[in-house]
């Protein structure tokens, strides 16, 4: 099992940025991947930004140069930090986590934090 807690979300006007971070309940190196994903209202939840095995890092193409992915491995803890906000990035953003077991893969979700960009 992981919990996974995020904190960080909030309003920020266009243009402005925002941490995001996401505490894991057990380390992070026992974690097959972590990262984000979003929601926004009447839209499907789309990948945001993942550290994969190998520590590889991958981003969705709209985020590419504002947001960096990056983590501390004694906090078990990612962050997510958003600079250059448009209002398109309004979503609900969620912490996501894969363990992959002898035989299953197990999707862990976070609560979700708000991040409203104002024009």
């Known amino acids: 099992q992981v919990q996974l807690v995020e904190s960080g979300g909030g309003l920020v006007q266009a243009g402005g940025s925002l941490r995001l971070s996401c505490a894991a309940s057990?380390?992070?190196?026992?974690?097959?991947?972590m990262g984000w994903y979003r929601q926004a209202p009447g839209k499907q939840r789309e990948l945001v930004a993942v550290?994969?095995?190998?520590?590889?890092?991958n981003y969705a193409d709209s985020v590419k140069g504002r947001f960096t992915i990056s983590r501390d491995n004694a906090k078990n803890t990612v962050f997510l930090q958003m600079n250059s906000l448009k209002p398109e990035d309004t979503a609900v953003y969620y912490c996501?986590?894969?363990?992959?077991?002898?035989?299953?893969?197990?999707?862990?979700w976070g609560q979700g934090t708000q991040v409203t960009v104002s024009s």
């Open positions: 550290f994969t095995s190998g520590s590889s890092r």
């Open positions: 057990r380390s992070i190196f026992s974690i097959n991947a």
């Open positions: 996501h986590a894969v363990t992959v077991g002898a035989t299953s893969e197990y999707v862990y």
